[in-house]
């Protein structure tokens, strides 16, 4: 039988695990869950591994999930974020106020960054503990989605049609940022990093700006992770169905897919992708009962899964109020499953 870190494997190298595998990938909730302050929390390897440890001994899923900070690239460059009751960080004064404000930023250093050396400690940890049979699934907000924290996403929208030479000199630096702050993450022993792109959303800007600006960017991440022998998992929020195909050719293993998305008509766009998804995480995971999400989670492993190449997981990040008991029912649905 597979382990749950042979069935990712499995799915994400485009073969044919013993059955599909599920990844409940929300940080914030298993935080929640577990008694921890989300604001605090980051800073805390062992406290993190301690979290997905419980986790994983609790509900048995087939990865862990740990997350690096969306604060730590902003905060070490001045932004002011604050972050609401159970929520997530919200800008309050971006680094980058005007474009002459990227060339004061200097270079990024990991060892200045507390919140790396806490996510490097736990991820080491959970590597130590668990990592022969679980999947280590490292999760991040990408590159272009960052800048979005160290600019106000309205300039970024704004400077994609009055100046786009800045803003491609402003992508161009976001990225590198995120190479140096994955070195030691990669070096730590995760097995994948997914990397979320929100700002890219058709949901934002049209597919013809996605491919002219966007898409480049985020295949170099990807090609650039599994150049380092580490799977690459692409997220972007939103209904994607316009720009599946370029997601794919990013030649990122992994697709995750947004609860608005038609799964069974992106499975005819890409029949060969590794889709990931898209249980609601709102009205399905949060508001609904075992029954309602075992439901659509049968209803997702058909539509996206009829070849196999599948990974259920939530459509986003699930809310950290939503049930255990509906966390346990995604689980235990995708072990029943049988196609």
């Known amino acids: 039988m597979q382990s749950g870190k042979e069935l990712i494997d499995t799915a994400l190298y485009g073969g044919i695990p013993e ?60 932004s002011e974020l604050r972050i609401p009751q159970g929520g997530f960080p919200l800008l309050v004064k971006p680094a980058i106020q005007e474009p002459a404000d990227l060339d004061k930023l200097e270079a990024f250093d990991p060892a200045g960054a507390p919140r790396v050396a806490a996510a490097v400690d736990c991820v080491k940890r959970l590597v130590k503990e668990i990592g022969s049979t679980t999947f280590i699934w490292l999760v991040c907000i990408g590159p272009i989605s960052t800048l979005s924290r160290l600019m106000d996403t309205q300039l970024i929208m704004e400077c994609l049609v009055e100046d786009p030479g800045f803003i491609e000199r402003a992508f161009e630096f976001s990225v590198e940022v995120f190479k140096t ?3 030691p993450l990669i070096e730590s022993g995760v097995d994948a990093i997914d990397f979320s792109d929100p700002v890219a959303s058709p ?13 480049k960017h985020d295949r170099e991440v990807a090609k650039w992770i599994q150049s380092k022998g580490v799977h690459a998992i692409y997220h972007i929020c939103g209904d994607v169905l316009r720009i599946i195909e370029e997601m794919q050719n990013t030649t990122a293993r992994g697709l995750s897919v947004d609860a ?10 890409v029949p060969d992708a590794t889709l990931i998804g898209n ?6 995971i949060m508001n609904g009962t075992p029954a309602t999400v075992t439901a659509a989670c049968e209803a997702a492993m058909i539509q996206g899964g009829s ?4 990974i259920l997981a939530p459509g986003c990040d699930v809310p950290p109020t939503s049930p255990s008991r509906n966390i346990d029912a995604m689980i235990r649905a995708a072990r029943q499953f049988r196609h």
Do not use: H
């Open 279 to 284: 249980v609601d995480p709102a009205n399905i």
């Open 260 to 269: 608005p998305l038609d799964l069974a008509q992106a499975r005819d766009r």
């Open 181 to 183: 702050t994955m070195e």
């Open 19 to 78: 059955r599909i595998p599920v990844s409940i990938v929300s940080t914030a909730w298993i935080f929640n869950n577990y008694g921890q302050d989300l604001a605090l929390v980051d800073r805390d390897g062992e406290q993190m591994a301690k979290s997905w440890l419980a986790f994983n001994r609790d509900f048995g899923a087939d990865s862990v999930c740990p997350m690096l900070s969306p604060m730590l690239i902003p905060e070490y460059y001045g």
């Open 203 to 215: 949901d934002m800007v049209s597919p013809r700006m996605y491919k002219r600006f966007f898409w």
């Open 307 to 310: 070849n196999g190449r599948f």
